[in-house]
C-alpha cells in the first residue's frame, strides 16, 4: 500500500528521516531550516506531528532530545506510552551528523512543492471542467494558485500560530536591532513617515483629492523615492497620461525644471544640464510604466506576477479602472475593484498605492479639507484601504491655479489601521510638480 502512494506522489523518505534525524542529532540545526520548512511540507503524517512536536519544544526552550520528543509526542496523544520508541532512535541513527540538513530541508520543500503543483492543477482542471464563471476568472484563479506556490504560499490550508508567532518574533527582532530601516516601505517624506511608520507589505494606501489638487504628482513623487531608496522595481500603472507624459513629469520633479519649458522645449545650458543630471539618476531606477487604459485588476495581476524584486505598485487612477464583472452599478463595479485592488496586495506582499478622485463635496462646504464621505462611487473603497490620505491645498480655492513656491500643501491622514491619523504640512513647487518636506512637518 505504502509503495502504491509513493508512486502516486513524489515524496522521499529518506529525506524526511535524515532532515528529522540530523535535528535529534543536533537540535541548533533547526535554525537553520526552520524558516524554509513546515510540517505540511512532510509527506506522511506521523513525520509532519514530529517535525511539529521538535518545533513546540524548540519554542519552549526545551533540549529536543530522544526523551524530551517521545514525551511531547505520548502527551499529544499521537504515541502511546510503549509505542514509537523504536521509530524515534531510528531516526536518530539514520544520519551521522547535521551537516547535510540543509540538503535534506531542499529535497523535502521540492518534493511538497510538486505535490502542491499537482493538488492545484487538478482543482484548477475541475474548476475549468465546471464551466462556471467567466474564462477570465477561471484564468486568473489559475494564475494566482500557481503564484502562491511560487511565492512559497499554500492559501489552501491553515497556518498554525506557533508558525506565525516565529515570524512576528522574528520580524520584531530585526525592527528592535535595525530600528526605522527595517520598518515598512518609506515614502520619502519624514513627516508622512513618522506618522505611517512606513508602508507595509500587502497594504493599500489610497491617494484621494478634487482635480488639479497633485494626487498624480505627489504618488510619482514617492514612487521615485522609493525606486532610489530600495533598489527595488516599482511598477506605475497610468490609465490617464501617456508614459511620455508620466516621465516628463517625474523628470520636471526631479530636474526642478519648470513643466512649461519641458512642454515647450525652450530651455537653457543650465536646465539641459539639470535634466541630463536626473535622467542619468532616473535611468538607474527599475520604473516600470504601463499606460494601458481601462485595465482590469487580472490585468495588472497577469503583469505583476511576472516581475521579479517588486517593491511597490502605484496605480493612476481607480475610477478610470475597468471592472472584470461589468455592471450597470458603477457603484457596485468601484466596490469591486477596490476589492480585488486589496486582495492583489495581499498576493503580492507590496504596498499598492492608488490614486482616486473625490466626489464634489467638499466644493459646497466652508471648510473643504477632504473626508472619507467625500470618496467617490463607494464607500467600499474606505473600507478595503489600510491607508486613506487626502491632499488639500488652500491656496487653490483662494486663487486657482496659483503655483507660487509659496504654496502649503496638506497631507491628511484620514485613516490608518496600523497606527494614528494626522495632518501634515508640506511644501509644493507647482511648476516643478513636486511636494517637498518642510522644516516644520508635522501637526496634530
Not at 529535497?107 to 464563471?133: F, H, M, N, P
Not at 519624514?190 to 478634487?210: C, E, F, K, P, T
Not at 492608488?354 to 473626508?371: N, V
Request: glycine share 6%.
Amino acid at each position: 500500500m505504502e509503495e502504491q502512494l509513493t508512486k502516486k506522489l513524489p515524496f522521499s523518505l529518506i529525506a524526511e528521516q535524515s532532515l528529522l534525524g540530523a535535528i535529534l542529532v543536533d537540535p541548533d540545526a533547526l535554525n537553520d531550516i526552520a524558516d524554509g520548512v513546515s510540517a505540511t511540507d512532510f509527506y506522511l503524517t506521523e513525520h509532519s506531528q514530529i517535525y511539529t512536536a521538535m518545533h513546540e519544544l524548540f519554542l519552549a526552550n526545551k533540549e529536543i532530545d530522544i526523551v524530551t520528543l517521545i514525551d511531547m509526542l505520548v502527551t499529544k496523544g499521537i504515541y502511546s506510552k510503549s509505542g514509537g520508541q523504536d521509530y524515534i532512535k531510528t531516526l536518530c541513527q539514520t544520519v551521522p551528523n547535521a551537516l547535510n540538513i540543509k540538503d535534506y530541508a531542499a529535497i523535502v520543500k521540492q518534493k511538497s512543492l510538486l505535490r502542491q503543483l499537482i493538488e492545484v492543477c487538478s482543482d484548477i482542471s475541475d474548476t475549468a471542467y465546471s464551466e462556471e464563471g467567466d474564462a477570465g476568472e477561471v484564468i486568473n484563479y489559475a494564475e494566482s494558485r500557481i503564484f502562491d506556490i511560487a511565492q512559497g504560499r499554500d492559501t489552501k490550508n491553515f497556518r498554525h500560530i506557533r508558525e506565525v508567532i516565529g515570524e512576528v518574533y522574528k520580524n520584531l527582532h530585526t525592527m528592535a536591532t535595525e530600528g526605522e530601516a527595517a520598518q515598512g516601505t518609506r515614502t520619502g517624506f519624514s513627516g508622512l513617515d513618522n506618522v505611517l511608520a512606513g508602508m507595509g507589505d500587502s497594504d493599500l494606501i489610497l491617494i484621494g483629492a478634487r482635480p488639479g489638487m497633485g494626487k498624480t504628482s505627489f504618488a510619482l513623487n514617492i514612487a521615485t523615492n522609493v525606486a532610489l531608496q530600495t533598489k527595488k522595481k516599482v511598477c506605475l500603472f497610468s490609465l490617464e497620461m501617456s508614459a511620455e507624459q508620466l516621465v516628463s513629469r517625474v523628470i520636471s520633479s526631479e530636474a526642478m525644471v519648470d513643466s512649461y519649458a519641458l512642454r515647450t522645449g525652450k530651455l537653457d545650458k543650465k536646465q539641459w544640464e539639470d535634466i541630463a543630471a536626473a535622467t542619468s539618476k532616473l535611468a538607474s531606477c527599475d520604473i516600470l510604466i504601463d499606460d494601458t487604459s481601462g485595465i482590469s485588476v487580472t490585468g495588472m495581476k497577469s503583469k505583476l506576477r511576472r516581475i521579479t524584486n517588486l517593491g511597490l505598485v502605484v496605480i493612476d487612477y481607480l475610477q478610470l479602472m475597468q471592472s472584470d464583472r461589468r455592471s450597470d452599478n458603477r457603484v457596485q463595479e468601484v466596490a469591486d475593484i477596490s476589492r480585488a485592488l486589496k486582495i492583489m496586495a495581499k498576493e503580492l506582499m507590496v504596498p499598492v498605492i492608488c490614486c482616486a478622485q473625490l466626489s464634489r463635496g467638499p466644493e459646497s462646504r466652508t471648510d473643504k479639507r477632504p473626508m472619507l464621505s467625500d470618496l467617490r462611487d463607494s464607500g467600499a473603497i474606505e473600507q478595503d484601504a489600510d491607508t486613506v490620505i487626502f491632499l488639500y491645498r488652500d491656496e487653490y480655492y483662494k486663487t486657482e491655479g496659483n503655483q507660487d513656491e509659496g504654496n502649503i500643501a496638506e497631507v491628511i491622514v484620514a485613516k490608518n489601521r496600523h497606527g494614528s491619523t494626522g495632518n501634515i504640512k508640506m511644501g509644493w513647487i507647482g511648476r516643478f510638480t513636486k511636494f517637498r518636506t518642510l522644516a516644520t512637518e508635522n501637526e496634530g
